[in-house]
């Protein structure tokens, strides 16, 4: 079964940037991130196709966030820019390791990001 080993959360100021990086120890076909803040459900913030090709941003990330994969290392990130206090959360990977259309079904363990005003 495929694992997914996340590194890069942590604590930044308001206007900073940070990289979220997730290893996959398999092959996946489409990944993503999602986010989930104190009291809230857990979101997408952004997803991409197995080719990198197709990319989706939620409306609150998008021109500030950017999702990109390298299949060589089978690793997904999420670089974010212009980080605002409402993205404080934990961020979790996803994948679909089994089948490219169904639903996410391997996760990461969720670096806390932290951005403070």
């Known amino acids: 079964q495929v694992q997914l080993v996340e590194s890069g959360g942590g604590l930044v100021q308001a206007g900073g940037s940070l990289r979220l990086s997730c290893a996959a120890s398999g092959r996946t076909f489409s990944m993503a991130w999602f986010r989930q803040a104190p009291g809230k459900e857990r979101d997408i913030v952004a997803a991409?196709?197995?080719?990198?090709?197709?990319?989706y941003y939620a409306d609150s990330v998008k021109g500030r966030f950017t999702i990109s994969r390298d299949n060589a290392k089978n690793t997904v990130y999420l670089q974010m820019n212009g980080l605002k206090p409402e993205d404080t959360a934990v961020y979790y990977c996803a994948a679909r390791s089994t089948q490219p259309a169904a639903p996410y079904d391997t996760w990461g363990q969720g670096p806390q990001v932290t951005v403070s005003s």
């Open positions: 991409i196709s197995w080719s990198g090709g197709g990319t």
